[in-house]
């Protein structure tokens, strides 16, 4: 069941919260912008570029670890709030056992230190979400900076705080349904931020399902990335076009009567032009999914029938429609087919869950809620997870 956010949404969908927070000049946090409020924005790279990297807001020594503990707490009071308010008819007076899991970008499951810091996020987050009163800068530090909390002062055993790979969480559905199959896959998560590309070989033991991650890697080649390489790549066009014209030593040729004369129409470059004005990008997306495919072809899984009979990929996230990414993977499946002497790629969709519940939504928008469904199952639930350092290269 999906929560809604309702007055601190995007505008797009009652259910996406941006990652963006507001404090005010007493230090007071808030999901929402109020008079007079100042925004946090990028909270997901600032934690994963420096988490202790220190800033003096309102003279109180701030890191991005201390911002995102702020951030996480009012997401659990709203949706403690929420829950507790709408669905008490679901659970009456039964005590509940509440579950935190919190998706992490899947080459972070290799490093047992970025794992413990996240964990440790969500318990002072918890801790701070259940205490009265608002959320400010000063609480927050005072919880970050204190001994470890025991689990009983937490209302939460620390057992059920968890850390998940975000692209084992989004293949969560696809393991529990008809659909899924075992054996190597490749999932790439097309984020606001990020591209995150993982090479995973589901199976079960003993009834349990078991994914071995074989290769993780990411960039900051998600949408808004894209979007900037776009305006700097139209920048520069636009200057070499301005300076031709401002150069133009013909004075026989007639002046121009109009303005809309001077720009050049980048409508009319069709598929080529785009592609030539997108080409650092391209080449960047295209170099680091290639690079991973490349590692399972000749290290991690060489002798695989998916690469004879068709390599099983799911793109998925927010940014999966735009064109650019399609003529990435478009160019990999024919570069594989011909010089990889493989049969290339099937794509696949995540299927939707009978038991996901969501008012309002097109069902074809459960990929970018697919992180938050698999993340809502409890830790023992979703099964057993090793990560690319515990698993050998076939050579």
Known sequence: MLVPFLKYCHLSNPYLLPTKMYYNMKGHCSLAATEHSLAVTGLKLKLMNNPDFVEQILEIPITPRF????????????????FLSTQRSLYGHFKIRWHVNIGIPSPGYNDKCLIELYKRIVT????????????????????????????????????????????????????KSNLRETGLHVLIDIGASTLDISGFILHDHEG???????????????????????????????????????T?????????????????KLADFGQEGEKEINEIFYKKCWALINRTLMSLKKHRDPNSERFEHGLPIFVCGGGKNLEIYKHVLDDLNEFWKNSMRTNGFIPRN????????????????????????????????????TPPGEIPDIL
Not at 217 to 243: I, M, N, P
């Open 248 to 264: 133009r030593a013909d004075l026989v040729l007639p002046i121009s009567p109009t303005l809309a004369d001077y720009f050049p």
């Open 350 to 385: 995540l299927p939707v869950p009978e038991n996901f519940i969501a008012d309002s939504i097109d069902v074809k928008e459960f990929d970018r809620f697919a992180v938050a469904y698999g993340l809502s199952f409890p830790h023992y639930n979703i099964g057993g997870i």
């Open 208 to 246: 349990e399902d078991r994914y071995s991650f074989l290769t993780s890697d990411l960039d900051t080649l998600g949408a808004f990335f894209c979007h900037q390489e776009r305006v700097k790549s139209v920048k520069e066009y636009l200057y070499r076009w301005f300076t031709h014209l401002s």
């Open 67 to 82: 911002l995102t503990i702020a951030y996480i707490a009012l997401v659990l009071k709203h949706t403690r709030h929420w």
């Open 124 to 175: 002072d987050a918890w801790k701070l979400s259940v205490e009265e009163g608002s959320i400010t800068f000063k609480k927050v530090a005072e919880i970050a900076q204190s001994p470890k909390q025991k689990s009983i002062d937490l209302d939460i055993d620390l057992n059920d705080i968890n850390v998940i790979p975000e692209i084992l969480a989004e293949v969560v559905g696809y393991a």
